[in-house]
């Protein structure tokens, strides 16, 4: 499991998620996106998961920290490009609702 | 035979030269060699059964004729098929065709005959080679017995009545008759037909009711090789639970250590498995049912996955309710129930298979035999020899088997020596796979005359070993006067000779008039390939090392003369010569003892003439028809 963070505009970052997200890598996502939201003041994150075919119960729960810690900064977490297995996981859990998966890291931004 | 005895008892006590003890304790050891060699021959002999026509079989039995394939050209596999086909028993034909080739489908479709390609269950599991391929067609079709033709054995209409009568006796699981190739000539140059194995051995074999599987040519109960699928089964996962809980501790330990710092979860998870995995072996080792020791472990891994889901869940609802304050729209009103939750802890998406290692480990403690493409396999899979290891585990069931000696069925011999190698060269390996795996000595429900029905076959592949010391010995008396023995004394003779002429006397009467000199010769001439297939089948069997699988090519490879192959056989040759040129110069300059110098020369003569059939063999142009001999479809 690799993440790689890109940074767009002054506020906005992307996180490219590339292996598995699962109860070994959700705690490296957590702490990422608090070092970006905290350390960096960088409040607006993409989430591209064009590289991830598999998420579990922990890598949703670290998504769903991810936005908290997004939204109480005053910004927000959007993911991008989810995958079959990504998407079946968001909608079996009703989390659609709350992270719609969008086509591409740019219409996130919009 | 206890002529062999006296002469080998007075080698060991009184004749070994110990100031030479390099070169003369091999010797005695592989003289020792031959002689066990020679008393299980003895044993197989004793016991050599004739049978009679056995009664006509009923009517109304259900038979599948498999044509095994791979590679083998589409015209060859028809000409066999076809034949098949019309067999006058009633039956239905397949072809099992493991190259999955559209043109043999065609082919085989155009024909009305029956055609068979692996499953979409063997998609990335191991395939077995000849042996899936026959497991693969056993799932697929319900004949009540089974004849197994490679795809060059081209069968006599009247294959199926010949032998079918032999199942009315209902313990018998398998009947072979033997093989014979029509694209040999009388010299049979690369020694492809084996009148004395597919004769006396067989009998012999027969007598003590050790009839060996040879792959084709034969018929089979399918209720027996079911019941042997079964059992390897059981055997499987017994096995591999075993394994795996013995391994465990270690896998456990060592995700701990890797993922020591990833949370409190995962160490949450892995004590939770640990914890079964100690319970899963207590009960075990209390001999409880591997099914409910297994379903008893998964079940205790379902409930530490849920419970990860469960606290991943709250965590995530929390963080919900945290994010609908920050937005002050009062809830979102987000709901995650049980069945949600036990989705997320079933074994594809459970938190716990984020380790690898773990993972690994949970599946493998099941009873599914996830990491084969079928959970039963009735052909043995463990050995390149299919055919040896089925055998072998039906015999220890308490199946008989019938050698029934009248060619039914002709088929094609290797054209040239490189075919040929890579052919025996398989056999012995295989051989000597099952040897190391399940070693017929220390089978239970094997019979001791069977025992030693099979290890005298594995025996035999040792000879590699012994033709080494035996072309040694007289080069080093020749070039260097080292004697191997104290003295070539009448004493020596006395004992040696009746010994000698007794043994080939046995051969003789046992041949009675075969040609058995081709098989003599090159059960010494291919003394490398012996030797490769033991090493090659000890580093596959105990270090896990491939061993890779050669499809004999039915059709003739061509080249020049391969003399690359046969090299070390060359540099044994050349030794000799040197060896006997440089004895008789010796001799007449007064250093060797003239009798000595004169048996090793004749020694050496014999040596010679058996080495001479390689060159042969690296010469032979392949096999030209005569008039009356139809050469089928090449």
Same mark, same amino acid.
């Given at each position: 499991?690799?993440?790689?963070?890109?940074?767009?505009?002054?506020?906005?970052?992307?996180?490219?998620?590339?292996?598995?997200?699962?109860?070994?890598?959700?705690?490296?996502?957590?702490?990422?996106?608090?070092?970006?939201? /905290?350390?960096?003041?960088?409040? /607006?994150?993409?989430?591209?998961?064009?590289?991830?075919?598999?998420?579990?119960?922990? #890598?949703?729960?670290?998504?769903?920290?991810?936005?908290?810690?997004?939204?109480?900064?005053?910004?927000?977490?959007?993911?991008?490009?989810?995958?079959?297995?990504?998407?079946?996981?968001?909608?079996?859990?009703?989390?659609?609702?709350?992270?719609?998966?969008?086509?591409?890291?740019?219409?996130? !931004?919009? | 035979?206890?002529?062999?005895?006296?002469?080998?008892?007075?080698?060991?006590?009184?004749?070994?030269?110990?100031?030479?003890?390099?070169?003369?304790?091999?010797?005695?050891?592989?003289?020792?060699?031959?002689?066990?060699?020679?008393?299980?021959?003895?044993?197989?002999?004793?016991?050599?059964?004739?049978?009679?026509?056995?009664?006509?079989?009923?009517?109304?039995?259900?038979?599948?004729?498999?044509?095994?394939?791979?590679?083998?050209?589409?015209?060859?596999?028809?000409?066999?098929?076809?034949?098949?086909?019309?067999?006058?028993?009633?039956?239905?034909?397949?072809?099992?065709?493991? *190259?999955?080739?559209?043109?043999?489908?065609?082919?085989?479709?155009?024909?009305?005959?029956?055609?068979?390609?692996?499953?979409?269950?063997?998609?990335? /599991?191991?395939?077995?080679?000849?042996?899936?391929?026959?497991?693969?067609?056993?799932?697929?079709? %319900?004949?009540?017995?089974?004849?197994?033709?490679?795809?060059?054995?081209?069968?006599?209409?009247?294959?199926?009545?010949?032998?079918?009568?032999?199942?009315?006796?209902?313990?018998?699981?398998?009947?072979?008759?033997?093989?014979?190739? /029509?694209?040999?000539?009388?010299?049979?140059?690369?020694?492809?037909?084996?009148?004395?194995?597919?004769?006396?051995?067989?009998?012999?074999?027969?007598?003590?009711? @050790?009839?060996?599987?040879?792959?084709?040519?034969?018929?089979?109960?399918?209720? @027996?090789?079911?019941?042997?699928?079964?059992?390897?089964?059981?055997?499987?996962?017994?096995?591999?639970?075993?394994?795996?809980?013995?391994?465990?501790?270690?896998?456990?330990?060592?995700?701990?250590?890797?993922?020591?710092?990833?949370?409190?979860?995962?160490?949450?998870?892995?004590?939770?498995?640990?914890?079964?995995?100690?319970?899963?072996?207590?009960?075990?080792?209390?001999?409880?049912?591997?099914?409910?020791?297994?379903?008893?472990?998964?079940?205790?891994?379902?409930?530490?996955?849920?419970?990860?889901?469960?606290?991943?869940?709250?965590?995530?609802?929390?963080?919900?309710?945290?994010?609908?304050?920050?937005?002050?729209? #009062?809830?979102?009103?987000?709901?995650?129930?049980?069945?949600?939750?036990?989705?997320?802890?079933? &074994?594809?998406?459970?938190?716990?298979?984020?380790?690898?290692?773990?993972?690994?480990?949970?599946?493998?403690?099941?009873?599914?035999?996830?990491?084969?493409?079928?959970?039963?396999?009735?052909?043995?899979?463990?050995?390149?020899?299919?055919?040896?290891?089925?055998?072998?585990?039906?015999?220890?069931? #308490?199946?008989?088997?019938?050698?029934?000696?009248?060619?039914?069925?002709?088929?094609?011999?290797?054209?040239?020596? &490189?075919?040929?190698?890579?052919?025996?060269?398989?056999?012995?390996?295989?051989?000597?796979?099952? !040897?190391?795996?399940?070693?017929?000595?220390?089978? &239970?429900?094997?019979?001791?005359?069977?025992?030693?029905?099979?290890?005298?076959?594995?025996?035999?592949?040792?000879?590699?070993?012994?033709?080494?010391?035996?072309?040694?010995?007289?080069?080093?008396?020749?070039?260097?006067?080292?004697?191997?023995?104290?003295? !070539?004394?009448?004493?020596?003779?006395?004992?040696?000779?009746?010994?000698?002429?007794?043994? %080939?006397?046995?051969?003789?009467?046992?041949?009675?008039?075969?040609?058995?000199?081709?098989?003599?010769?090159?059960?010494?001439?291919?003394?490398?390939?012996?030797?490769?297939?033991?090493?090659?089948?000890?580093?596959?069997?105990?270090?896990?090392?491939?061993?890779?699988? $050669?499809?004999?090519?039915?059709?003739? %490879?061509?080249? *020049?003369?391969?003399?690359?192959?046969?090299?070390?056989?060359?540099? @044994?040759?050349?030794?000799?010569?040197?060896?006997?040129?440089?004895?008789?110069?010796?001799?007449?300059?007064?250093?060797?003892?003239? $009798?000595?110098?004169?048996?090793?020369?004749?020694?050496?003569?014999?040596?010679?003439?058996?080495?001479?059939?390689?060159?042969? @063999?690296?010469?032979?142009?392949?096999?030209?028809?005569?008039?009356?001999?139809?050469?089928? #479809?090449?």
């Amino acid at each position: 499991m690799e993440f790689d963070v890109e940074l767009s505009g002054p506020e906005g970052a992307v996180i490219r998620v590339s292996g598995r997200l699962n109860m070994v890598s959700a705690p490296k996502l957590r702490d990422l996106v608090t070092h970006i939201v /905290h350390g960096d003041g960088r409040s /607006h994150l993409v989430v591209d998961l064009a590289g991830t075919d598999f998420v579990d119960s922990s #890598g949703l729960g670290a998504l769903i920290a991810g936005l908290k810690t997004a939204r109480s900064a005053g910004g927000d977490l959007r993911i991008a490009r989810a995958g079959t297995q990504v998407t079946m996981v968001l909608e079996l859990t009703g989390l659609d609702r709350i992270l719609q998966s969008h086509d591409s890291v740019e219409e996130c !931004f919009q | 035979m206890i002529l062999g005895v006296n002469y080998m008892a007075w080698r060991w006590l009184f004749s070994v030269n110990w100031s030479a003890a390099w070169i003369s304790v091999p010797l005695v050891i592989v003289e020792t060699y031959s002689l066990i060699d020679a008393f299980l021959f003895g044993v197989t002999m004793w016991k050599l059964r004739v049978r009679d026509t056995p009664p006509a079989p009923p009517e109304d039995l259900t038979v599948d004729a498999f044509i095994t394939t791979y590679n083998e050209p589409i015209s060859l596999v028809m000409t066999t098929a076809l034949a098949a086909s019309r067999i006058s028993y009633p039956h239905k034909t397949w072809i099992l065709d493991d *190259g999955a080739r559209p043109a043999m489908k065609r082919a085989a479709e155009n024909a009305g005959i029956g055609y068979i390609t692996r499953s979409p269950d063997w998609e990335n /599991h191991p395939r077995h080679a000849k042996a899936g391929n026959l497991n693969n067609a056993l799932a697929a079709t %319900q004949g009540e017995f089974l004849l197994i033709l490679d795809a060059d054995q081209v069968p006599e209409p009247e294959i199926v009545h010949s032998m079918l009568g032999h199942f009315n006796n209902e313990k018998v699981a398998l009947v072979q008759t033997p093989q014979w190739f /029509h694209n040999v000539t009388d010299e049979d140059i690369l020694g492809s037909q084996a009148p004395l194995f597919y004769g006396p051995i067989q009998q012999g074999k027969d007598g003590w009711n @050790a009839a060996f599987f040879c792959g084709s040519n034969a018929m089979i109960r399918r209720e @027996a090789l079911m019941q042997i699928g079964i059992t390897g089964y059981v055997q499987g996962v017994r096995t591999t639970v075993q394994q795996t809980l013995k391994a465990a501790d270690k896998v456990i330990t060592k995700a701990r250590a890797e993922h020591a710092a990833t949370g409190p979860h995962v160490n949450r998870a892995l004590n939770d498995v640990g914890q079964a995995v100690r319970s899963a072996r207590k009960e075990l080792h209390e001999n409880k049912p591997v099914a409910n020791v297994t379903y008893d472990f998964q079940r205790k891994v379902d409930a530490a996955s849920k419970s990860i889901v469960t606290v991943d869940v709250a965590a995530l609802l929390a963080d919900l309710d945290e994010i609908a304050r920050l937005s002050r729209d #009062g809830g979102t009103g987000a709901y995650i129930g049980d069945d949600v939750i036990d989705r997320l802890a079933r &074994r594809d998406w459970s938190p716990i298979g984020a380790i690898e290692s773990v993972r690994e480990m949970v599946q493998a403690l099941d009873v599914d035999r996830s990491e084969e493409a079928l959970p039963v396999m009735p052909m043995a899979t463990n050995s390149v020899t299919e055919d040896m290891a089925t055998c072998m585990r039906l015999h220890t069931q #308490g199946w008989e088997s019938v050698y029934h000696h009248e060619i039914q069925a002709k088929g094609l011999a290797p054209e040239d020596l &490189r075919t040929m190698l890579t052919q025996r060269l398989r056999w012995a390996q295989g051989t000597m796979q099952v !040897f190391l795996r399940e070693n017929p000595l220390l089978q &239970r429900g094997l019979s001791l005359g069977q025992r030693l029905m099979y290890f005298s076959t594995m025996w035999s592949y040792l000879s590699g070993f012994a033709a080494v010391v035996y072309i040694a010995a007289p080069i080093i008396f020749l070039c260097f006067g080292v004697m191997p023995v104290d003295a !070539f004394s009448v004493d020596f003779f006395a004992r040696l000779i009746p010994f000698l002429v007794m043994n %080939q006397m046995l051969f003789f009467v046992a041949a009675r008039g075969r040609k058995t000199w081709r098989g003599q010769q090159y059960s010494l001439a291919l003394f490398p390939v012996w030797i490769k297939a033991c090493t090659t089948a000890a580093a596959n069997v105990l270090f896990g090392r491939d061993l890779g699988f $050669a499809v004999t090519p039915k059709t003739r %490879q061509d080249g *020049g003369p391969p003399w690359s192959l046969i090299r070390p056989q060359l540099v @044994a040759i050349a030794a000799l010569v040197v060896a006997a040129v440089t004895g008789l110069v010796r001799m007449f300059t007064g250093l060797g003892a003239p $009798a000595g110098t004169l048996v090793n020369i004749a020694w050496v003569v014999f040596d010679l003439l058996i080495l001479s059939v390689i060159i042969r @063999a690296a010469l032979y142009k392949g096999f030209t028809p005569t008039e009356g001999v139809e050469n089928s #479809g090449i």
